[in-house]
Nanobody, 119 residues
Framework: VQLVESGGGLVQPGGSLRLSCAASRLTFNYYDMSWYRQAPGKERERVAAITSDGGSTNYADSVKDRFTISRDNAKNTAYLQMNSLKPEDTAVYYC?????????????WGQGTQVTVSS
């Protein structure tokens, strides 16, 4: 299984970025997808999640109304559109694929992509 994030970079406050997470060697539409982030010295936190069919999404309060998670099951790819970026959004962003099974779950992570918000 491979999850590859892309789209990170340096952006000014108020700017936008779109992250992508391309999945391979898994049945993508069986998996809920999430985006997490981890800033230096802080714990990893989940910022957005989307169900396997794309029918439901969930956001951390800190990004609500600024970030949008989506997915294209035909392309095996999840996205995170980030608008109105703030310096406190600076972090390494990771995508996660999770499939819940009876009594256990399958959990996969990407390698992360750096997002830096700075003037």
């Amino acid at each position: 299984v491979q999850l590859v994030e892309s789209g990170g970079g340096l952006v000014q406050p108020g700017g936008s970025l779109r992250l992508s997470c391309a999945a391979s060697r898994l049945t993508f539409n069986y998996y809920d997808m999430s985006w997490y982030r981890q800033a230096p010295g802080k714990e990893r936190e989940r910022v957005a999640a989307i169900t396997s069919d794309g029918g439901s999404t969930n956001y951390a309060d800190s990004v609500k109304d600024r970030f949008t998670i989506s997915r294209d099951n035909a392309k095996n790819t999840a996205y995170l559109q980030m608008n109105s970026l703030k310096p406190e959004d600076t972090a390494v962003y990771y995508c996660n694929a999770k499939r819940r099974l009876t009594g256990t779950s399958l959990d996969f992570w990407g390698q992360g992509t750096q997002v830096t918000v700075s003037s």
